[in-house]
């Protein structure tokens, strides 16, 4: 999933941009409620031009995914799932088939709708980080929340620079810190807005094995502390265990799904 590291400062500027903030919860839609749903897909497929003919990437995939719940996604490169999770989170559109997050679905909006329901109930965790090299690791934190107008930003941004134990670096700009340090800044950033779901595309991807541990126990930690519904691609299994389901996906497929004992 190609995402540009502008991906945030672009939401909140659209966000602005439509003087609207669209909820999960007060998003009125003409299907019915998924009342326990967080997330949910029907029938998606995704289709591209290449120079041998319509290249199908997503073939008809449907996923209900429960409020609270951890789901990772998980299959071999070029089976889907970074295809799958930018659908999911409003990055792209399918091509065929229909999304909801919540209440709201996402599939109806234009491009600034979907910009501003991502902004408004939405984080982000990427295998780049997509820090903003010209902030200090404390304004990539207050960033999102500066773009939604909200009065407390830098109180919240420190606080949460500190849950994941940063804050002596905050005043670092991202080349001054570690990968696993900025993969904390942008763990920070992602719930610092409180979102309802949290999107994290092979997270530990550029980290070594010890750094990435101590990543994901605590991006873990704090999802359970705020009850964050997460969805997450992965190559690695461990990881993929440690959530709630696991989805395995194949050819553009979702072929079978494993639940935790």
């Known amino acids: 999933m190609a995402v540009p ?9 659209k966000l602005n941009k439509t003087n609207s903030k669209i909820s999960l919860r007060r998003m009125n839609t003409s299907e019915p409620k998924h009342s326990e749903s967080a997330l949910k897909a029907q029938q998606l497929s995704k289709q591209v031009s290449s120079p041998e003919g319509l290249l199908t990437i997503l073939d ?4 209900d995914v429960h409020h609270g719940e951890s789901v990772a996604i998980v299959g071999a490169s070029g089976a889907g799932k970074s ?7 409003g990055l792209d559109v399918p091509s065929e088939g229909k999304i909801w997050l919540g209440n709201a679905e996402i599939t109806s909006l234009d491009e600034d709708g ?3 329901l991502r902004a408004d109930n939405v984080g982000f965790v990427f295998q780049s980080f997509h820090l903003i090299s010209s902030l200090t690791a ?19 941004a420190l606080q949460a620079i500190g ?15 570690s990968g696993g340090e900025k993969q904390r800044v942008a763990i920070a950033r992602a719930f610092v807005v409180k979102p309802a779901v949290l999107f994290a595309d092979e997270p530990t991807g550029n ?8 990543v994901i126990d605590l991006l873990f930690k704090m999802n359970g502390e705020t009850n964050t519904t997460l969805v997450l691609v992965t190559h690695d299994l461990d990881l993929a265990a440690r959530c709630d389901r696991v989805l395995y996906m194949d050819a ?6 494993e639940r935790s004992d």
């Open 5 to 13: 590291p502008s991906a945030i400062a672009e939401n909140g500027a």
């Open 60 to 63: 008809n995939v449907s996923l």
């Open 83 to 89: 295809t799958l999770l930018g659908l999911l989170a």
């Open 114 to 116: 979907r910009a501003a």
């Open 138 to 156: 404390l304004e990539n934190v207050m960033l999102p929340l500066e773009l939604a107008g909200a009065e407390n930003a830098a109180e919240a």
């Open 163 to 177: 849950t994941v134990g940063l804050e002596p670096r905050k005043g670092h700009y991202p080349h001054q810190l």
């Open 207 to 214: 980290l070594d094995k010890r750094t990435g541990d101590t």
């Open 252 to 257: 553009g497929r979702i072929e079978r799904e």
